[in-house]
């Protein structure tokens, strides 16, 4: 996903000190598409090298307590992928054929 950034002056400093550095980011953002989309900053760390945390583990966890973490309560199947944005018309069908290679 790619995220484009704002952020506000306070963190101006931090932000470049930390270009092409592993970060971990806080804030509110929106999809735009289903590969990108645009968050405010509120808070932003590095993460130290080797750094062992929730989000970062080698250790096996029960795929039960990941779902009731992040409130999943069943399956989400496929359309839980689908882009809702996604339209079936001329510039669509154009946009697959030159990705896909058909003609």
Same mark, same amino acid.
């Given at each position: ?14 932000? &470049? ?15 735009? =598409?289903?590969? =990108? ?5 509120a808070a932003i760390h590095p993460v130290l090298a080797?750094?062992?945390? #929730? ?5 096996? %966890?029960?795929?039960?307590? %990941? #779902? #009731? /973490?992040q409130a999943v309560l069943a399956p989400q199947g496929?359309?839980?992928? #689908?882009? =809702? ?6 510039? /669509?069908?154009?946009?697959? &054929?030159? %990705?896909?290679?058909?003609?």
């Amino acid at each position: 996903m790619d995220w484009t950034c704002e952020f506000d002056e306070t963190l101006r400093e931090t932000v &470049k000190h930390l270009i092409d550095e592993i970060v971990i980011v806080e804030g509110e953002g929106q999809m735009a =598409t289903s590969t =990108t989309g645009r968050m405010e900053i509120a808070a932003i760390h590095p993460v130290l090298a080797h750094e062992q945390s #929730a989000l970062f583990t080698s250790e096996w %966890v029960d795929p039960r307590e %990941v #779902a #009731a /973490a992040q409130a999943v309560l069943a399956p989400q199947g496929l359309s839980g992928l #689908a882009d =809702t944005e996604w339209g079936n018309d001329d510039e /669509a069908e154009r946009f697959l &054929k030159y %990705v896909l290679g058909r003609s």
